[in-house]
């Protein structure tokens, strides 16, 4: 389902923005491949936004008892959803942002241009798939191991968890919740990622003959 999200609001009126989601596990990477490729495409002169789906945490939400925030149903998919579509069609004034710390929702504005929307996150994909929001999924993935020790250094660092915590966190909430929300999504992606490098280059190549594609729409 590649090009699910493309459509057209009638004769002579331009297509909506394409939106591009790169997902994948935790800790595997997603944020700096993203950001990584945003940059490589403003240097070939195509202007991307990037959003990120754990701006949409629901507010003050209260963690599932199994999975923690580890779960498709932390995400606030009605803000998202209404979020995304604004963008979408250059709508948008500001974007929402979330405080892990906190768990406060706040606002930041919106005032750059742009052509490609590129999405990344682990949870709320799984709900844009269903309604046909998302233009194109990538799946990135790395070995457990290497992820684990990301996770122990970025939450040690950033969200200031202690190691016991942030291994118990990733045994009862992290695993089960990729089984049982992430990993699916690896089966309907139009591209697999497990060289960061490689897949910049074969991602480039599917966004280019996307835009193609919607320009001679």
């Not at 595997?28 to 202007?47: D, M, Q």
């Not at 779960?71 to 892990?100: C, F, G, K, P």
């Not at 742009?114 to 269903?130: H, K, M, N, S, W």
């Not at 999504?185 to 280019?208: D, F, K, M």
């Amino acid at each position: 389902m590649p090009y699910a999200g493309l459509n057209i609001w009638g004769d002579g009126v331009m297509a909506k923005i394409p939106l591009v989601c790169i997902t994948g596990p935790s800790a595997v990477g997603k944020t700096s491949f993203t950001l990584t490729l945003a940059e490589a495409l403003r240097a070939i002169g195509l202007e991307v936004l990037v959003i990120c789906c754990d701006d949409y945490y629901r507010h003050h939400w209260r963690p599932h008892p199994r999975f923690g925030f580890d779960t498709a149903a932390a995400i606030d998919i009605d803000a998202l959803r209404a979020e995304l579509d604004e963008v979408r069609h250059h709508a948008a004034t500001s974007l929402r942002t979330y405080d892990m710390g906190t768990r406060d929702v706040a606002r930041k504005s919106l005032n750059q241009s742009y052509r490609l929307v590129l999405l990344e996150g682990a949870y709320g994909p799984q709900d844009l798939l269903d309604d046909g929001s998302i233009t194109a999924l990538f799946y990135l993935e790395a070995p457990l191991l290497l992820r684990m020790i990301r996770r122990l250094r970025r939450d040690r660092q950033e969200r200031g968890r202690n190691p016991i915590q942030i291994i118990q966190h990733m045994v009862m909430h992290m695993i089960p919740g990729e089984w049982s929300f992430i990993r699916p999504l690896r089966s309907v992606s139009a591209l697999v990622i497990t060289n960061p490098r490689q897949g910049q280059i074969a991602a480039i190549e599917l966004i280019q003959a996307l835009m193609t594609e919607s320009s001679a729409m």
